[in-house]
């Protein structure tokens, strides 16, 4: 299976961009968030008996991550892990990451990454997007 996933990224990354990436939480943050939504009648659907069995099972998760990591890890596509205790501030990293990513193949193919002063938006002299964003999941204070 692992073969199959190098073959697949190598063949992509040649003619276009393969993005991997995983979010993580930590077993305390999932716990909290099952609890959360436990409690929730509005949100107590999305939480399944076999989240709490999957839950039991997390260590064998992460060993399989830790091995699928290291054997489709190269340089042309790299996996990227990214915090996601804060849902917001993961959301906005996941987005950054992307961006960083398709630039970095934009520079691999010979095209130019342009600027942001060389781009014709509206917003570019505006606080970037995740200076403004919250890292709690309240609504902002109005």
Known sequence: MFLEVNKAAQTLVKTELALKYRLHISDDEQLRRFEERRADPLKRWKLTDEDWRNRERNREYEAAAEDMFARTEHDLAPWDVLAGEHKKLARVTAVET?????????????????SIEELDVSFADEVSFADRVSLTDEPPAT
């Open 98 to 114: 992307v961006n960083r990513r398709i630039e970095e193949g934009m520079l691999r193919w010979g095209t130019t990454v342009p």
